[in-house]
């Protein structure tokens, strides 16, 4: 019983961390509808420039949250402006197309600077543990989540009490709307990519410490998120952290049970089943198909 329940703790603690790195790529699909493969690419790119500032700097790589934040800001704004926005129009399939391009550009120029050799973050706390009770509980990981949930809190905050967040939210729910009382649709697009890019900037630094990281890794991620948002429903913030938590829970309870090799499958499975039994995931909604246009 003491093992299930801390195999609980650490898969909400991963959970917790798994719902940063997914909050940017399903804000960008709720306001845009554009399913951004380039997030797992700047995911990588952010923890290994991290990686440069902790080796080269020696500053702790959660405390370099504050400089790979506003980095891939200006990163996602530029991508945005120099390539999205050319195909803001149209399908989406075009969008995959266009983002996974990118994702295999960055990758080779990672690929140039850093080789495919891992690389990871090892802080004084590295291997640490807190010890309540019975449990032992990585310094890393509850270090790790609390970072992601201060992000996420700061996120939500400026979506809810902001003008520029009200305008996000608007346009995601009423473009034509948004558009009436005069928003322009264009700077909120550019905003949105620029803001869910930034998530990756702390989402990086977090994952260079709990995992390793070579160029290459972006396609695990790219499963793992899109198993996230497919679960907690596309375009949907609470679904992605609903989602995050419940597939952090089931890979280490697979990890711990089953093998490491299945823990990975579990992400491939989820989207398989969620597709097949409610495609709108736990928090999205369905569009009606019986109106006639």
């Known amino acids: 019983m003491i093992q299930l ?41 952010a923890a290994l420039l991290t990686f440069e500032i902790w080796s080269r700097l020696h500053i702790d790589p959660l405390l370099a949250i504050l400089i790979t934040t506003p980095v891939m800001f200006f990163v996602g704004w530029g991508t945005y402006r120099l390539t999205i926005s050319r195909i803001r129009s149209a399908p989406v399939s075009m969008s995959v197309v266009l983002t996974f391009a990118l994702a295999i550009a960055i990758e080779g120029a990672m690929g140039m600077t850093w080789k495919n050799v891992f690389r990871s973050v090892t802080p004084s706390y590295f291997n640490q543990s807190f010890n309540i009770g019975p449990f032992d509980l990585p310094k890393a990981q509850v270090y790790g989540c609390g ?55 702390a989402g990086g630094s977090i994952m260079s410490v709990l995992y390793s990281v070579f160029p290459a890794s972006l396609y695990l991620w790219v499963s793992r998120l899109l198993g996230i948002i497919v679960l907690g429903g596309m375009g949907s913030l609470p679904g992605a952290v609903i ?51």
């Open 5 to 45: 329940v801390q195999t609980i703790l650490l898969g909400l603690l991963i959970g917790g961390v798994y719902a940063l790195f997914a909050s940017g790529l399903t804000l960008i699909f709720g306001v845009m509808e554009i399913v951004n493969v380039t997030h797992a690419a700047f995911l990588v790119f």
């Open 147 to 201: 970072a992601a949930v201060v992000v996420l809190v700061a996120l939500y905050l400026l979506l809810s009490k902001t003008w520029a967040g009200r305008a996000i939210r608007s346009s995601s729910e009423n473009p034509q709307g948004a558009q009436l009382v005069g928003i322009d649709i264009k700077t909120v697009a550019a905003l949105t990519f620029a803001i869910g890019t930034a998530t990756t900037g």
């Open 243 to 293: 989602g995050a938590l419940a597939l952090g829970v089931a890979e280490t309870l697979t990890s711990t049970y089953v093998s490491n090799q299945w823990a990975v499958v579990v992400y491939y499975i989820v989207i398989l089943v969620v597709l097949l039994i409610r495609p709108q995931g736990i928090m999205g909604f369905k569009a009606r198909q019986d109106v006639v246009a």
